[in-house]
């Protein structure tokens, strides 16, 4: 996989498909998001605030930008990099997920003859990588696109500058081009509004009771008076073979 530091890949006609990391390409069960939120509530009690303070700036700023570093950065003058170091970094990812021989098939049939596979993620690279790495998957992905906290005012999801810049750097310019899957169901919207063709939302079932529920109910959610877009439900990633099954190799 490469990032290409060195500017776009050729123009490639191929269809493309985004997979988004975290909590799609693992299963929420595996606790990472409440560990996370954990990491980030000890961030925002650092800054001084009450525990009920963090709380509640926390969700709100997760509704309201998709991230909770998006606040962190606007309202409290945080260094990303040092958020990013005490949150996603010092997770113990490789004790929380680990590989898994589906997935990795899932990846094997998709046809690369007509399809580009890429990542797209609200984490910075450093975390994403190492995801892909755990999950045996960073040679089936042919590119990625994170949230860069080195650039002052960096975009996320579900912001269409977010989704824009990812278009560019896989040189696609066609959206109807595009499949994309992603937990979050605002993040599919946005994607959906711009023209992304072939929207899904991962929407594991079940879940709804564990800890961290919350963040799962946000990330379920659609804004008020949302139109209906075919976005399609799935409750696992083997269901792609059925909603697209144009971009997998034919089965013998
Ligand atoms: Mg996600």
Redesign the pocket.
């Known amino acids: 996989m490469s990032d290409q530091p060195n500017g776009q890949p050729p123009e490639d006609d191929r269809l493309i498909v985004w997979f988004?990391?975290?909590?799609?390409l693992y299963s929420a069960s595996s606790n990472i998001s409440h560990a996370m939120g954990t990491k980030i509530h000890a961030y925002f009690v650092n800054l001084g605030l009450s525990h009920e303070d963090a709380s509640e700036l926390h969700m709100k700023y997760y509704t309201q930008y998709g991230l909770a570093l998006r606040g962190l950065t606007r309202h409290h003058d945080v260094d990303p990099l040092d958020f990013d170091r005490k949150c996603d970094g010092s997770l113990p990812l490789e004790d929380m997920i680990s590989y898994n021989p589906s997935l990795r098939k899932l990846f094997q049939d998709i046809d690369r003859s007509k399809v580009r596979v890429w990542a797209l993620t609200?984490a910075y690279r450093p975390h994403a990588e190492r995801v892909l790495r755990i999950l045996k998957l960073d040679d089936l992905v042919d590119g990625l696109v994170y949230c860069d906290y080195e650039v002052e005012n960096f975009v996320c999801k579900p912001e269409p500058e977010y989704y824009e810049m990812a278009m560019k750097k896989a040189n696609v310019n066609d959206p109807s081009k595009c499949y994309f899957i992603?937990?979050?169901r605002k993040n599919v919207d946005a994607a959906r509004d711009l023209g992304w063709a072939h929207c899904v939302h991962f929407c594991e079932k079940g879940l709804e009771a564990m800890e961290g529920g919350k963040i799962k109910e946000i990330?379920d959610s659609r804004e008020p008076g949302a139109a209906d877009n075919d976005v399609v439900d799935v409750p696992t990633l083997e269901y792609l073979r059925i909603v697209w099954p144009e971009i997998f190799k034919p089965s013998k």
């Open positions: 988004d990391i975290d909590n799609t609200n992603d937990d979050n990330d």
